[in-house]
Nanobody, 127 residues
Framework: QSQLVESGGGLVQPGGSLKLSCAAS????????IGWFRQAPGKEREGISC????????FYAPSVRGRFTISRDSANNTVHLQMNSLKPEDTGVYYC????????????????????WGQGTQVTVSS
């Protein structure tokens, strides 16, 4: 059974860091676009950072550019999201999602393009 599981969320003070992980089982993340999406209370799910199937193209939402870094760990079939300098507005449920194999998406980080989703992990930035 194909499954994505997010981990690494939690409560952190403003200015702190968290590293989210998205582990896949039952299939390989290689050659698939992978995205991290955030849903804040009362808001629509938005694309935060996505990496293309070839790793050539990486997208960051303007609100996180320069603070977040997405990376693919093929050896462990995992994708990470390093989040630094966290702000209260980064609070929300973070989901990872995988696209179809060897498929290029344009735009890269639109939630509707991704077919397999994890259950999400809560990130709360608060003092």
């Amino acid at each position: 059974q194909s499954q994505l599981v997010e981990s690494g969320g939690g409560l952190v003070q403003p200015g702190g860091s968290l590293k989210l992980s998205c582990a896949a089982s039952g299939f390989t993340l290689d050659y698939r676009a992978i995205g991290w999406f955030r849903q804040a209370p009362g808001k629509e799910r938005e694309g935060i950072s996505c990496i293309s199937s070839t790793d050539i193209t990486i997208f960051y939402a303007p609100s996180v550019r320069g603070r977040f870094t997405i990376s693919r760990d093929s050896a462990n079939n995992t994708v990470h999201l390093q989040m630094n300098s966290l702000k209260p507005e980064d609070t929300g449920v973070y989901y990872c999602a995988a696209g179809a194999p060897r498929t290029f998406y344009s735009p890269l980080c639109a939630p509707r393009a991704y077919e397999l989703w994890g259950q999400g992990t809560q990130v709360t930035v608060s003092s």
